[in-house]
């Protein structure tokens, strides 16, 4: 099995991340994968062991208890987790980039010094509260609120489909809320909540088709009373601060879907040698290995352009728009690469004791998450200037 792939950018250091990360995963994750995900359940115990290994503080500086690694470090970590299982992926790609992303880049020192030492240690997760019933593309839909009393922000309102909220390691959660008006234009602000706040509650959402495994939630802010100071950024700053979070989500999105296709891709690929039909390997028929030669093509294709992102952010240029044709590629491909693995498969393919039937599920929530493949095409259209 490949172990290393070809790329300029990529180092010694890159390489020996991955060797342990793919052991990890293969040691620790893939025996546990497919009970997780048929029986819905978040385990905290493997979660924890995820963060024993540093991956709950990847990018963020030692002083505040990260491994202070470079982003493309990050991506090939969610990268190889999603090879094995998305939904153990989901949940170190929502903490890291979601969740501790927007406390180290807008925090104060207070802040920071709070939070970050908490949410590295690997016991502990944070969310990003954004999704609600009537806002979810459209992020200025906001309804819910907070309104400033006595040094206190009292929250009232709902978010949905938050990841990392309502697990026992959860910690808390940054919320966008309305704050005030400016004209008839709503004030946007974000506030860092704490699980343990009054008023705070939360509900786990089961039955899902996709990362069974991952923790998703329903937080409900019931005058719920935060202190003035965590305030993150500067009050109507809420939706700039949301979206330039997004954008560093979008590329562990495209981690996600570059591992899911590498891992299909190599059930697929060993299935095709071994499945005999007609007399002979199905992977020595014209049509199956041009479909493999194809899927090969697309893998490499997205792996290059996302580590190339990688090093746009890593050296402080812009990246937003090449953030979201990433996502947008890898999440599509994502998608014709699970089809066609399971295709190769078979009537196999359909059955839950088989790894492509899981991953044929979980491919169908990257092009949705952070960004539909729709309000992509719309983003990468205005960066155009059309």
Known sequence: ????????????KHNNLR????????????????????????????????????LLGMTIPKQFGGQDLDTLSYII??????RVDSSQAATIAAHNSLGIGPILQFGNEKQRTKYLHLLTTGKHLWA?????????????????NAIL??????????????????SDLSYGTTVQLITGLKGDKKELSTILVDRSSPGYFCERISNKMVWRAADTGRLTFTNCKVPEENLLGKRGEGLQIMLETLNSGRLSIAAMGLGLAQGAFEISLAYSKKRVQFGQPISKFQVISFKLAEIATKIDLARNYLYNCC??????????KEASIAKLYTSEIAKEVADEALQ?????????????????????????????????KLVIARKLEL
Do not use: C
């Not at 099995?1 to 010694?12: A, G, S, V």
């Not at 970590?77 to 999603?82: I, R």
């Not at 090093?311 to 937003?320: E, S, T, V």
């Not at 078979?346 to 539909?372: M, S």
């Open 1 to 12: 099995m490949e172990q290393h792939y070809n790329h300029p950018l990529l180092k010694n």
């Open 19 to 54: 060797l342990k990360i793919r052991d990890f995963a293969e040691k620790e994750i893939r025996p546990a994968a497919a009970e997780l995900d048929d029986k819905g359940m978040f385990s905290n115990e493997l979660t924890k062991r995820m963060g024993s290994l540093g």
């Open 77 to 82: 970590a969610v990268e190889e987790l999603a």
């Open 128 to 144: 990003f509260g954004l999704t609600e019933v009537n806002a979810g593309s459209d992020a200025k839909a906001t309804e819910s």
């Open 149 to 166: 009393s006595k040094k206190h922000w009292i929250i009232n309102g709902e978010k949905v489909f938050i990841t990392n909220s309502s």
């Open 311 to 320: 090093w746009l952010k890593d050296n402080n240029l812009p990246f937003a």
């Open 344 to 376: 190769i498969h078979g009537a196999y393919g359909l059955f839950k004791n088989n790894d492509i039937e899981r991953f044929y599920r979980d491919q169908r929530i990257l092009q949705i998450g952070e960004g539909t493949s729709e309000i992509l």
